[in-house]
T-cell receptor
Framework: TQLLEQSPQFLSIQEGENLTVYCNSS?????LQWYRQEPGEGPVLLVT?????EVKKLKRLTFQFGDARKDSSLHITAAQPGDTGLYLC?????????????FGKGTHLIIQP | KAGVTQTPRYLIKTRGQQVTLSCSPI?????VSWYQQTPGQGLQFLFE???????NKGNFPGRFSGRQFSNSRSEMNVSTLELGDSALYLC????????????FGQGTRLTVV
């Protein structure tokens, strides 16, 4: 059974600060996705990383896939209140879409003005 | 184009009853996956359908079932509801089943009383 552990589980910081969220596993994933979910809504895909060591940037968000494709991180620079939400990482197993995604339990992020 | 549509958005059922949830994927998408989201367990994969065939099923009891129609719309059914079935049920659609291009609906919030 593949598991993804996210840390921290909860994070509350002031606007303008930087933060990093981690997603770790003992399993290798074909790809890893990061989602953001707001209350009462479904997850919205932020990025997909596929290659070990890959780094992708989305404005103030930087995503990195570990060299061994077992872990990932999300770094937010100069956080803003609009970044508040539940951040989920999800890994694709070797079976592809038919096996579904394995999700971490998420990081609840609150950015205070 | 229209996104993934799930109906109903909210549902209250009594223990022992059964329930059917519906998911209309993005036009042209042939794969629909279902997930259960609870505060304690996070998002867990239920099953995935592609061209009317269930390709895989997560670790859920047989009370959870689903089907997909020729127009790619999907339904999931939960029989003999238990209090623990209270959750947000999410479906995700993709063109070919690749999870890297999956789009989630807003979910159906099921409360079992």
């Amino acid at each position: 059974t593949q598991l993804l552990e996210q840390s921290p589980q909860f994070l509350s910081i002031q606007e303008g600060e930087n933060l990093t969220v981690y997603c770790n596993s003992s399993s290798v994933f074909s790809s890893l996705q990061w989602y953001r979910q707001e209350p009462g809504e479904g997850p919205v895909l932020l990025v997909t990383v596929v290659t070990g060591g890959e780094v992708k940037k989305l404005k103030r968000l930087t995503f990195q896939f570990g060299d061994a494709r077992k872990d990932s991180s999300l770094h937010i620079t100069a956080a803003q209140p609009g970044d508040t939400g539940l951040y989920l990482c999800a890994g694709e197993g070797s079976g592809g879409g038919a096996d579904g995604l394995t999700f971490g339990k998420g990081t609840h992020l609150i950015i205070q003005p | 184009k229209a996104g993934v549509t799930q109906t109903p958005r909210y549902l209250i059922k009594t223990r022992g009853q059964q329930v059917t949830l519906s998911c209309s994927p993005i036009s042209g998408h042939r794969s629909v996956s279902w997930y259960q989201q609870t505060p304690g367990q996070g998002l867990q994969f239920l099953f995935e359908y592609f061209s009317e065939t269930q390709r895989n099923k997560g670790n859920f009891p047989g009370r959870f079932s689903g089907r997909q129609f020729s127009n790619s719309r999907s339904e999931m059914n939960v029989s003999t509801l238990e209090l623990g079935d209270s959750a947000l049920y999410l479906c995700a659609s993709s063109l070919s089943g690749a999870v890297t291009e999956a789009f989630f609906g807003q979910g159906t919030r099921l409360t079992v009383v």
